[in-house]
């Protein structure tokens, strides 16, 4: 069930409104057995909290493009979800999600694009692709001190589980 969370970055809607309509589909998912997508913009403690308290230990999921901190992504992993982990990982600036990237066990570790979005180096600034997959691969192998078709194995066999195929 995704993709579903909070954005406070755009502020159009209500946060209580917002918080309302994410602990009911939520529910939802549960009620369907589905694993959940999330999203979290500028809303971390607040997407945190009610994951703990709504969907903890139930269906799974990805926290989608993670981007917050290594003490954050641990607590997730320890709930059970596995974390997103796009373009943003290849930029020389993003010393937190190189943390992230190190910290977060292989096997709850999903890549993705976000596209349009988020496009890795040395793309960034243009439109995403799933063409550009081997870049975010290459930076978690780096990071990680292992082979890049480790890692490209791993996270395929985590979106299989976590999409419930296998």
């Excluded at 409104?17 to 529910?27: N, T």
């Excluded at 993003?94 to 993705?112: C, D, G, H, N, T």
């Excluded at 439109?127 to 975010?136: A, H």
């Amino acid at each position: 069930v995704g993709e579903i969370g909070l954005d406070y970055y755009w502020d159009k809607e209500s946060r209580d409104l917002q918080k309302e309509w994410f602990v009911r589909q939520l529910a939802l998912s549960k009620k369907a057995g589905l694993p959940v997508i999330i999203h979290s913009r500028d809303a971390g403690k607040d997407t945190f909290d009610i994951m703990k308290a709504e969907h903890a230990g139930s269906t799974g999921g990805v926290i989608h493009c993670f981007s917050n901190s290594r003490e954050m992504a641990r607590d997730y992993v320890n709930m059970g979800y596995f974390i997103g982990i796009g373009g943003v990982v290849t930029f020389k600036n993003a010393r937190v999600m190189k943390e992230v990237a190190e910290y977060v066990p292989l096997e709850q570790i999903l890549i993705e694009t976000d596209c349009p979005y988020l496009a890795p180096a040395p793309n960034r600034g243009k439109r995403n692709s799933s063409l550009y997959l081997p870049y975010i691969i290459e930076e978690i192998a780096r990071i990680k001190g292992v082979s890049k078709e480790l890692v490209e194995e791993k996270t395929c066999e985590n979106a299989l589980k976590m999409y419930q195929i296998v």
